[in-house]
Structure formats: C-alpha cells, structure tokens
C-alpha cells in the first residue's frame, strides 16, 4: 500500500510553545489529507479534513486557531499546535487520500506537553 | 456518519480463524465498508475493503449480506502478531472527499 510518513515521530515540549508536525504522502498524490487526535486507550477522533490549495475544515469542538493546518502540496500537510498546554498531549495521526483509494495512515506522532 | 457497533474486546487461540461482526443498520447506498488494524502507539493499517457480497485479499476476508447491515471480517489462522485493536468503518463520499469515523474498535487478543 502507500505510504505516509510523518515528523517527528515524538516531540517533548514545554507548556505555551509551539509545536509542528509535518504529513508526507511518500509515494501518492494526497488529495485530502486528515488530522486525527487519540488519547490513551481511546479510538481515533478526527480533527480536521484539508484540501491541497484550500482551509481546512475542522470538526466541532477543534479550535482553528489553536490547531493550524497547512496542506501546502498534494504531498505535504502540517499541523501546528499553537500554545501548547499538558491537555495537548496526545497521540497525532495524519492520513493520506486519493479518489478511488482508501485512507492510508501515517504512523503517528507521540506529543508530550510539560 | 453512519454509525458502527462491534464487540470491545475478543480472545482467540493461535492457529485458529476468528471472525469479528461489524453491525451498521444505518449504511448509506454510497458507504464502503473498511476494516483497519492498530497496533499501540502506530497509525492503523487497512486491511480490507468491500461493498457487497465477498471480497478477500492476501490477509484477510471481508462478508457482507445483501442487506449490508453487517459485515463480517474473516482472519484466518490468526498468530500472537496479530493481536491489535480492529475497527470497522464506513467509509463515505462526503463533498468530494471519502470521510471515515472510527468507532471503539475491536481488541482482539491472540494467546498461545
């Protein structure tokens, strides 16, 4: 299948700064790329749905300006955790999509705010 | 989004073949059903995916009835690696984009 990649694969980060996380489809042009979030021993939530070129659509509850998403190139999508609190601390996943594939998933980034 | 149920947890003995039920009364004519596995602290890995009837891969089977309620997804002579958590979902168009919601998933223990 194809492959997403993401960076850094952990980050430890002191409480109110600012933390990014780069998304890379590897071997496929990423139409849409999505933000999910997951906490310990809980499912995966989706935050946000990003088109190449244009705003990100966040889901109920995400704060925008708090979690910004730049989807640069149909390869590239970053996430940015403004003002980092502990409450942040999770694990973020990134996934790929293609017309006419599934979602391919990145394999996370562990985000561990102090 | 349609929603999915299926069982929490499931145990299984090596060697042996275990099928985990997925019911979503609520499917929509354009939803595709889609089984991932996650292993802890990765991203999820697609297994399979179908519309309706049978559909198998190099890894796993996926059945769904005419009515496509339910699906059921077949791993055969499952090993210890295989012990993970396994999530059914509806995989929708939405806006030109395919937009999935992951449920609770299915922890699927494999003992020796």
């Known amino acids: 299948g194809a492959v997403v990649s993401q960076h850094p694969s952990r980050v430890i980060c002191k409480s109110g700064t600012s933390v990014k996380i780069e998304c890379r489809s590897l071997?496929?042009?990423?139409?849409?790329m999505f933000w999910y979030r997951q906490f310990p021993k809980q499912s995966l939530m989706l935050m946000a749905t990003?088109?190449?070129?244009?705003?990100?659509?966040?889901e109920q509850g995400v704060e925008k300006d708090k979690f910004l998403i730049n989807h640069a190139s149909l390869t590239l999508s970053t996430l940015t955790v403004t003002s980092a609190h502990p409450e942040d601390s999770s694990f973020y996943i990134c996934?790929?999509?293609?017309?006419?594939?599934?979602?391919?998933f990145g394999p996370g980034t562990r985000l561990t705010v102090t | 989004l349609a929603k999915t149920t299926q069982p929490i947890s499931m145990d299984s003995y090596e060697g042996q073949e275990v099928n985990i039920t997925c019911s979503h009364n609520?499917?929509?004519?354009?939803?595709?059903i889609t089984w991932y596995q996650q292993f802890p602290s990765q991203g999820p890995r697609f297994i399979i995916q179908?519309?309706?009837t049978k559909v198998t891969n190099e890894v796993a089977s996926l059945f769904i009835p005419a009515d496509r309620k339910s699906s059921t997804l077949s791993l055969p002579r499952v090993s210890l690696s295989d012990t993970a958590v396994y999530y059914c979902?509806?995989?929708?168009?939405?806006?030109?984009?395919?937009?999935?919601?992951f449920g609770i998933g299915t922890k699927l223990q494999v003992i020796p």
């Open positions: 996934s790929g999509w293609d017309r006419g594939s599934e979602q391919y």
């Open positions: 071997d496929f042009q990423a139409t849409t």
């Open positions: 990003s088109n190449e070129g244009s705003k990100a659509t966040y």
């Open positions: 609520n499917i929509a004519t354009n939803d595709y």
């Open positions: 179908g519309y309706k």
């Open positions: 979902l509806l995989a929708e168009d939405s806006g030109g984009y395919q937009k999935v919601t």
